[in-house]
């Protein structure tokens, strides 16, 4: 199926290695001209070389930290106009609630939920202006079923979901959409290293407890970030301008429950 929006324009933030990455190859596969940001240059250089490859549209990698206001005005610099944006960052630390104090939950709120809202901020009124735009934020399965040690992505994501499901309402009339794709467990380097993590607090070797992360999935596997991009693309597509405001979640089986 051709998604219809070759030619058009998308930011990826957090575009250098796992799901945004995945967007971002995905994207420009449909011949979009992607935008990536990430701190790390090397990560950074190799995903814009991997999406060069495609031989779609073109590529910028804009070396930065999205979730400060300097990050974002240089993302904005290279892409001021986006049709598609895509939001990511990095989550927040795990842990008991008790641990966190003001400073650790302004910074979860910072990344994961207040970062998001000022990109959308920026670019919503061009893309209601241009009547086309597709907002796509990436979150966490634990919006919906949260987690009891991830209480800082819980909290945050879940206000960042609140906010959308006003906004989203709002922008569809005039072919804006904004959903939010929900990622159970996917095979990324923040996978591994939480597995990493959690070896080394119970002393069991890493692939070990790495595998033993896959038992409660249905599907028996981690997903692949490939069939995250493809989602985000979708929801990118000309076609998905009457689909706004909903949460999806791609967790191979793993949520129990009818809706
Ligand atoms: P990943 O493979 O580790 O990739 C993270 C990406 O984010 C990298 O490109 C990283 O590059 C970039 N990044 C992190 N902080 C950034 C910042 N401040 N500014 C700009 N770029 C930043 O992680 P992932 O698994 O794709 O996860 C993406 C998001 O989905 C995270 O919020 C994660 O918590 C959430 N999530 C993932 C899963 C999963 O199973 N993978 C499940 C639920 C939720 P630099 O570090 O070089 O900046």
Redesign the pocket.
């Known amino acids: 199926m051709d998604l219809g929006i070759a030619g058009k324009s998308a930011l990826v933030?957090?575009?250098?290695?796992?799901?945004?990455?995945?967007c971002a190859l995905s994207l420009a596969r449909e011949g979009v001209n992607v935008v990536i940001?990430?701190?790390?240059q090397e990560?950074?250089a190799a995903?814009a070389r991997d999406i060069s490859a495609l031989d779609r549209g073109t590529v910028r990698a804009v070396a930065?930290?999205?979730?400060?206001p300097e990050?974002r005005a240089a993302a904005l610099a290279a892409c001021p106009s986006p049709d598609i944006l895509v939001n990511?960052?990095?989550?927040?630390p795990s842990g008991d609630f008790r641990q966190f104090d003001e400073a650790v939950w302004l910074a979860a709120l910072r990344?994961?939920m207040l970062t998001p809202i000022e990109l959308i901020k920026a670019t919503v009124d061009g893309m209601l202006d241009r009547g086309f735009g597709r907002i796509v934020n990436?979150?966490?399965?634990?919006v919906k079923s949260p987690i009891d040690i991830l209480a800082l992505?819980n909290g945050a994501r879940t206000g960042l979901t609140g906010f959308v499901a006003g906004l989203s309402r709002k922008t569809v009339g005039r072919n804006v959409t904004i959903n939010n794709l929900?990622?159970?467990?996917?095979?990324?380097?923040?996978?591994y290293?939480r597995s990493v993590s959690m070896a080394q607090a119970s002393g069991k070797p890493v692939e070990e407890v790495h595998r033993h992360r896959m038992q409660p999935i249905p599907a028996g596997r981690?997903?692949d970030?490939a069939e995250f991009g493809d989602a985000c693309a979708y929801l990118c597509s000309a076609q998905a301008g009457f689909v706004t405001g909903m949460n999806f979640l791609i967790d191979g089986g793993a949520y129990p429950g009818t809706f």
Do not use: H, M, Q
């Open positions: 933030c957090a575009g250098s290695k796992g799901l945004g990455r995945a940001v990430a701190r790390g990560a950074l995903a930065a930290d999205i979730t400060t990050g990511n960052a990095g989550g927040p990344a994961n990436i979150t966490s399965a634990a992505s929900l990622p159970g467990l996917f095979d990324t380097e923040t996978l290293s981690f997903g970030p």
